[in-house]
């Protein structure tokens, strides 16, 4: 399966110094700080897969038959790198508002203990498949699913479709890339377990701060609306639990579900929301 298509590297045009509403997600408190949450994870977690992906690329042979994966991992890290710069503006608003991000000294003491320990680059590389995989389950559902954004703020509507849009792209890049220096089939598994659990863990743990420091915590509707996001007829649990376990499966590859078609819809209808940095342009 060839799937290291060429990516494009785009500018977001928002301007996010102009503030946004404390729940900007329809006025809905939990769905807002489950959202900022999720954000205040990405510039450090980023980075550390930008960092796992050039190392372990430094072992890929300079051979043709890797030309377009190694073209593609560049096109990779200019992703990544724009959505680390957006995200940055993003949670600066956030502390404006009061609240404080534990999750990016999670993540940087959990990298610094892995550094620490030796753990092997393509061990690294595992753990960054495995959360890539994880936001393009997310990035489909807010692609595929209007609702799931509904009377959000506009300008971080465009955003974390933005964001989607390029997580979709670049889903198979660091499981390719694996796949391509020999990972087994045990080892990928493995730090998917380690990988979900420790995600799960933070994304918790950060919502329930950032309600805290909203104020709204021990308010019964908060939970009620908790309940309903997670488990309702079409609430989150369901519609990821059979993509995220798919992953177990041995044969399993990103591009098994192809929905390149939800990412080019969303761009075509959304040309003035970004400017393309490098690549080549849409027709």
């Known amino acids: 399966m060839n799937t290291s298509n060429p990516l494009m590297v785009r500018k977001l045009l928002v301007d996010l110094s102009q503030g946004f509403p404390r729940h900007w997600l329809a006025g809905k408190a939990f ?20 960092d796992s992906v050039r190392a372990s690329a430094s072992s890929l042979p300079k051979e043709a038959r890797y030309a377009s994966l190694h073209a593609t991992i ?36 959990m990298i610094a203990l892995g550094n620490k320990r030796n753990v092997p680059a393509i061990s690294k590389l595992a753990v960054t498949a495995a959360f890539e995989h994880y936001t393009a389950v997310l990035a489909d559902l807010t692609l595929r699913y209007p609702a799931v954004l509904e009377g959000a703020d506009p300008m971080l509507a465009t955003l974390w479709r933005w964001h989607a849009v390029e997580e ?15 990972g087994s089939y045990r080892k990928r598994v493995r730090w998917y377990a380690f990988a979900m659990m420790r995600l799960n ?10 309600l805290w420091h909203d104020g709204v915590l021990f ?18 649990v369901w519609l990821t639990a059979i993509p995220l376990l798919s992953y177990l499966k041995r ?12 990412a ?6 959304n040309s003035e929301h970004y400017s393309i940095v490098r690549g080549p342009k849409e027709a």
């Open 31 to 50: 769905r807002t700080q489950f959202f900022n949450a999720l954000s205040m994870s990405f510039p450090v977690g980023e980075q550390e897969f930008i």
């Open 74 to 109: 560049q096109d990779f890290v200019g992703q990544e790198a724009t959505h680390r710069r957006v995200h940055t503006l993003y949670n600066a608003e956030l502390e404006k508002q009061g609240l404080v991000n534990h999750w990016q000294h999670w993540a940087a003491d």
């Open 168 to 182: 979709t792209e670049h889903k198979a890049v660091a499981f390719d890339l694996y796949r391509a220096l020999g």
């Open 201 to 210: 863990v933070m994304a918790t743990r950060q919502t329930i701060n950032n």
């Open 219 to 236: 308010k019964p509707g908060i939970w009620i609306d908790a309940a309903r996001f997670f488990f309702g007829r079409h609430g989150l």
């Open 251 to 262: 044969e399993f590859h990103p591009w098994q579900h192809d929905n390149r078609e939800l």
């Open 264 to 269: 080019t819809q969303w761009l075509t209808a």
